[in-house]
């Protein structure tokens, strides 16, 4: 069942909820949700301040929490919604996780892997791409980043 815009748009308000609670918690405001059968399995904000653990950006901890509710490494059938590119890590997992589609709100220039900087899912050595669409929620995603910040400044 591909996702219709009413139900990108709604899983995306979920990622964005996530993103508001990471910034609560001092950390950069990312939030991903991965859907599967059409309902959210997993949700997670960045929290690599709060796990002194460069490696758990929203994206990761939401695609170990999926792999391990689902008892898979793989996820197959599973959508990924993040407020932010993934960067070059994030893209990676995604593609070791072989989710099916990829959503995003914001461009990342400086960290992004996925339509700027490396351009990971275009690599010959890239094992699977999944299906991307940028953009969904961009202009809140970009707004609670700027807003984020400009209060660290």
């Known amino acids: 069942m591909r996702p219709t ?11 964005l909820e996530e ?6 918690r001092g950390e950069v405001p990312v939030g991903a949700v ?24 929203a994206e990761i901890v ?12 793989r ?6 919604y993040v407020t932010l590119e993934p960067c070059a890590m994030c893209a990676a997992a995604i593609s070791f996780a072989r989710i099916r589609r990829l959503y ?3 461009g990342d220039e400086k960290g992004g892997a996925v339509t700027n900087g490396a351009r990971f899912y275009s690599q010959p050595t890239c094992h699977h791409a999944p299906d991307v669409y940028p953009g969904i929620g961009e ?9 984020f910040f400009r209060q660290q400044r």
């Open 139 to 147: 202009a809140e995603a970009a707004a609670l980043l700027r807003c």
């Open 62 to 73: 939401a695609i170990r929490a999926a792999c391990d509710l689902l008892g898979s490494e």
């Open 104 to 106: 995003f709100g914001a």
């Open 34 to 57: 991965i859907v599967h059968e059409g309902r959210v399995i997993a949700r997670a904000g960045n929290r690599t301040r709060e796990c002194n653990d460069p490696t758990a950006h």
């Open 75 to 80: 996820l197959v059938d599973a959508d990924l």
């Open 19 to 24: 993103a508001r609670l990471a910034a609560e």
């Open 5 to 15: 815009k009413a139900n990108y748009t709604s899983f995306m308000d979920a990622a």
